[in-house]
């Protein structure tokens, strides 16, 4: 026999740089939609009437353009919190970035380059352009975050937004010797 606590999984909200947005307690069978309406009343002003500006001039209202990322994936409105439940205890914790690409620097030797990146980007698509760019054998290459106390070595199906990354930190293009 189920309990309610076993039907429902915590989110835990982050933005790209790691802030904290909230964290909400929602039932397995709710859709990703659920979460992103949600997300939307975290962001509305607590007191006081809400005029929504796009309302007050007669536009239509837009739909959330956020891009909600977990793991190696990026959540789809349609399905439902449990396709993406890992059944861990822990909070399922989802990068909402908004905008279509984010700046990245890679360090890549001596050289940092700067890239603009999708919330679709995998890692596997960064090391492919990279290494087309300077030559290197691609199965050579290894793609690694510097965090300020770790390396964390990345793998290609991850995106590349969700690794741990936040604004100011660098990526780390390396190639090891030919077996």
Known sequence: MSTAAEEEMVVEVQTLAGTKVGTTRLPLNASVRTLRDEIQRWQRPKEGAYEDPEMKLGCSRQPDRRKLLTGRSILDDRQPLRSYCTYSGEPLVVTAVKGKTVDVAVQCGQETLLMSVSTSTTVAMIKDQ????LGWDVS???????????????????????SGFVPGSFFRLTKRPPD
């Open 130 to 133: 990279l290494c087309d760019d």
């Open 140 to 162: 050579l290459a290894r793609l690694s975050l510097l965090l300020p106390l770790e390396v964390l070595p990345l793998d290609d199906e991850d995106l590349l937004l969700s």
